[in-house]
């Protein structure tokens, strides 16, 4: 998986994360394929994704400015696919959203 993907990748589960949380996952639950499908019907990678994500929140200050900030959003981002990966074999899901 090249950084282009990842960086897709990463930003559809955290786009789903939000959505899902905020109520509005069910009707991108509905698209065939998607990241927000397989998060919708998979509760326990749901929570593992939502925990990854919680933990960085609560790790960033609101700026990245220095590149060890940068080091560690791309380690989040590579954390976050890996952990979805485990679960869904790449190429399972399409990149049709966002």
Do not use: W
Request: hydrophobic share 35%; proline share 2%; net charge negative.
């Amino acid at each position: 998986m090249d950084e282009k993907s990842i960086l897709k990748l990463s930003e559809n589960i955290v786009y789903t994360i939000v959505d899902i949380s905020m109520g509005r996952g069910k009707m991108m639950g509905l698209i065939p394929g998607s990241v927000a499908k397989k998060l919708a019907t998979d509760t326990e990678l749901f929570n593992k994704l939502r925990d990854c994500y919680i933990n960085y929140l609560s790790s960033v200050d609101n700026k990245i400015d220095e590149s060890a900030e940068v080091k560690h959003l791309t380690d989040f981002r590579y954390e976050l696919v890996e952990i979805f990966n485990q679960t869904v074999p790449e190429g399972e899901v399409t990149e049709n959203e966002n």
